[in-house]
């Protein structure tokens, strides 16, 4: 066998789920791992409509793409579909991401066992927040404040 080299440009990924990792502070985390830790069991503050994409908005401030589990793609122009998903997540916090039927979904799972069945492509394309940054401005004292003109 012949082992190919991995370009340094290509992403890498979860040999778990098989999906993109990043690094958050000294780890690495793909979209799943970082569901479950930094957005459960956060709330779903809002359902918010780019186009067709449709995206449930966690007050934690990350945006999960509602990809439909048949055909991957989200159907924020179809009431019905939209309809669906706010009864079922608007308000309510999110306790857990799980991947099921051989990785090819994604379950939301709410309080009192209800769950959102939706597809992997949700996770392909979920991105982590802009890093937070902390700043503190410095100032520089001048010393001709006193100028008078
Ligand atoms: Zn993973
Ligand atoms: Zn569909």
Request: hydrophobic share 30%; aromatic share 6%; proline share 7%.
């Amino acid at each position: 066998m012949t082992s190919r080299k991995t370009p340094a440009s290509v992403t890498p990924t979860c040999p778990e789920h098989g999906l993109c990792v990043w690094q958050e502070g000294d780890e690495r985390l793909c979209a799943l791992e970082y569901l479950n830790r930094f957005v459960a069991p956060r709330r779903v503050e809002q359902l918010v409509r780019r186009g067709r994409h449709l995206f449930l908005v966690f007050d934690s401030g990350e945006k999960l793409e509602c990809c439909c589990e048949h055909c991957g793609e989200s159907h924020g122009d179809d009431p019905g579909f939209t309809e669906d998903i706010k009864e079922i997540s608007l308000g309510r916090r999110a306790l857990r991401f799980r991947l099921e039927g051989d990785g090819g979904h994604l379950v939301v799972w709410f309080a009192r066992g209800d769950h959102l069945h939706l597809h992997r492509n949700s996770l392909l394309r979920f991105r982590p927040p802009r890093p937070r940054r902390s700043i503190r401005p410095t100032h520089t004292p001048t010393e001709e404040k006193e100028k008078t003109g």
